[in-house]
């Protein structure tokens, strides 16, 4: 994978979940308001730019919420794809009090099957 593409993805995530949930992540009293919160990612503008394309779109398929001692963890994962080829895979990580962090994995990670769609949490 290209090491740029993977830093670039990595950043550009990060700054887009920033801008929708906060940075710091805000506390959620339920699992449902932490999911909710997850689902306010859309579709980012700098995907058509870069030629990209998450399937399935942010925030993709949802881990279930973990209460921890200082709040909520979560994961979210999602393909990237340019063009017709997947470029990676995205693991966001939501976790209250904490920025947003992102890793991409390489092109045909397997995505945990308890991972949910978004919509389904």
Request: proline share 10%; with cysteine; charged share 20%.
């Amino acid at each position: 994978m290209d090491p740029y593409f993977r830093m670039n993805a990595m950043e550009s995530y990060i700054r887009h979940a920033c801008s929708f949930v906060g940075d710091p992540v805000p506390d959620a009293a339920t699992a449902a308001e932490f999911v909710a919160l997850a689902k306010r990612m859309m579709k980012p503008d700098f995907e058509g730019v870069n030629g990209w394309r998450t399937d399935p779109p942010l925030p993709g398929l949802l881990e279930k919420p973990e209460k921890l001692a200082t709040g909520w963890r979560m994961i979210c994962a999602t393909r990237i794809h340019q063009g017709t080829r997947e470029a990676g895979v995205l693991f966001l990580t939501l976790m209250t009090g904490k920025t947003p962090s992102a890793f991409v994995a390489e092109p045909g990670t397997v995505i945990p099957q308890e991972y949910l769609p978004a919509a389904s949490r």
